[in-house]
């Protein structure tokens, strides 16, 4: 019983698949579950001691299409369906 080459050669079955939520390839076949993001759990796999994998996928690392016009509408009192004021020329 060798724990170097020969045992290597025997590993040709894989245990774990694409994700379709996170990418990795974490999906455990078997047990149907990421072991990086959870799925199929609703809620997202984090852990308090990890900050930089919190960090990884986090708001603000994706497109943030809602979010990116939050700043502006909040500034604006969220108005809607009006047209801005015209500014007096000093």
Do not use: D
């Not at 984090?46 to 497109?63: E, H, I, Q, V």
Request: with cysteine; hydrophobic share 25%.
């Amino acid at each position: 019983m060798t724990k170097g080459t020969t045992s290597f050669g025997k590993r040709h079955n894989k245990s774990h698949t694409t994700c379709r939520r996170c990418g990795k390839v974490s999906f455990h076949i078997q047990k149907s579950r990421c072991a990086s993001c959870g799925y199929p759990n609703s809620k997202m796999r984090t852990f308090n001691w990890a900050l930089k994998a919190r960090g990884l996928r986090t708001n603000g690392t994706g497109r943030m299409r809602y979010m990116k016009t939050m700043t502006r509408r909040f500034k604006n009192g969220f108005r809607e369906g009006t047209q801005a004021k015209k500014q007096i020329a000093k």
